[in-house]
């Protein structure tokens, strides 16, 4: 016997749902502010619980979770009481790589009010962040460090899941000497030394980052098997290493500027070593992918962007190399090799 398929929902009706995807971000970022993952992990609890909980209006609060439970975040049971599904799951504070604190940053206001802006992007070529908010990305994260702290937050909790992807998907053990451009604290760069015990490491960011990088590293036992060197990735790199490492670094800039990147690091590679780089790889076509969205969102807020397999290619040829292999990964991260030629 054939079961009875749900209907499929006329076109008309698609675009409506897809054009309330705002509403949804924003119901759901309420939801991970509230806790609501975590509340209802040991046991389902009804809206009015859940209310006293997060001192807000119980009839509220239902409707909230009733439009997140038929987007299949959060279920409502028989007896009425709301308990967790496998998306809210990841909601959970404790939850291994949870996306709870980039639920929350994606769609703060300063995201949301350059958005409105789209239109002007179109137009311009230019991100829309500044002009929205009268300062860029990161003077917003100055003047709201609340949500400063949420972004790094989130990235942490991002870049561990995509360092564990890196790492398994690229042999590192036949380098001896390994420079993470752009490194920050140190995070993948312990986790490539860990993985390869007679290897050894240099990170080079802003001297900003220095000392934090130096803790992390020396935190980790790595203190004698790393060097911390700060500049500028537009000035001089260093040179010395027999594999350079940019992750999450040319998805932030334009051609321009990420080329000139490329060009300091030919400068400093020797001609035995090789480049790789850690950002995604954007699938062609119609292949669903999240990096064509946070390729967006790069779009208008930074004026980066995400790249495909041959703008990577063209990209690194000018710069004096070539693309030996691009690896997409699932998850908005991939891996590039090129080499010098």
């Known amino acids: 016997m054939v079961l009875d398929q749900p209907p499929t929902p006329p076109a008309q009706v698609v675009l409506m749902q897809l054009v309330q995807g705002f509403m949804v971000a924003k119901a759901l970022q309420t939801a991970a502010e509230l806790g609501i993952a975590d509340l209802v992990a040991q046991a389902p609890k009804t809206a009015e619980e859940l209310a006293t909980s997060t001192s807000t209006d119980a009839r509220s609060l239902l409707r909230l979770l009733r439009g997140l439970a038929s987007r299949g975040i959060f279920r409502q049971d028989e007896t009425g009481r709301f308990q967790n599904t496998p998306l809210s799951e990841a909601l959970r504070s404790d939850a291994p790589m949870s996306a709870r604190d980039y639920v929350i940053y994606a769609v703060h206001d300063g995201n949301v009010l350059a958005w409105t802006q789209l239109m002007s992007v179109l137009r311009t070529g230019e991100p829309s962040f500044a002009a929205a908010n009268g300062t860029d990305v990161w003077g917003y994260f100055e003047q709201h460090p609340d949500v400063g702290e949420r972004f790094?937050?989130?990235?942490?909790?991002?870049?561990?899941?995509?360092?564990?992807?890196?790492?398994?998907?690229?042999?590192?053990?036949?380098?001896?000497?390994?420079?993470?451009?752009?490194?920050?604290?140190?995070?993948?760069?312990?986790?490539?030394?860990?993985?390869?015990?007679?290897?050894?490491?240099?990170?080079?960011?802003?001297?900003?980052?220095?000392?934090?990088?130096?803790?992390?590293?020396?935190?980790?036992?790595?203190?004698?098997?790393?060097?911390?060197?700060?500049?500028?990735?537009?000035?001089?790199?260093?040179?010395?290493?027999?594999?350079?490492?940019?992750?999450?670094?040319?998805?932030?800039?334009?051609?321009?500027?990420?080329?000139?990147?490329?060009?300091?690091?030919?400068?400093?590679?020797?001609?035995?070593?090789?480049?790789?780089?850690?950002?995604?790889?954007?699938?062609?076509?119609?292949?669903?992918h999240p990096s064509k969205w946070f390729d967006l969102h790069m779009m208008v807020a930074l004026g980066g962007r995400e790249r495909t397999e041959e703008e990577f290619r063209t990209l690194l040829a000018r710069a004096g190399f070539e693309l030996t292999s691009a690896k997409p990964l699932p998850a908005p991260i991939g891996i590039v090799e090129a080499v010098p030629r």
């Open 152 to 288: 790094n937050r989130a990235m942490t909790a991002l870049g561990a899941g995509n360092i564990r992807l890196v790492v398994d998907a690229y042999d590192f053990s036949p380098f001896t000497t390994i420079v993470d451009v752009g490194g920050g604290e140190g995070t993948l760069l312990a986790a490539i030394l860990a993985r390869n015990p007679a290897a050894r490491g240099i990170l080079f960011d802003l001297p900003a980052v220095a000392d934090s990088a130096r803790r992390y590293l020396a935190s980790q036992g790595l203190d004698n098997r790393t060097q911390v060197m700060s500049g500028s990735i537009f000035g001089s790199i260093p040179a010395g290493g027999d594999v350079y490492i940019l992750k999450n670094v040319l998805h932030d800039w334009p051609d321009d500027k990420a080329l000139l990147i490329l060009e300091r690091c030919r400068a400093a590679i020797p001609t035995h070593g090789k480049l790789v780089i850690a950002d995604a790889v954007m699938t062609p076509g119609n292949d669903p």
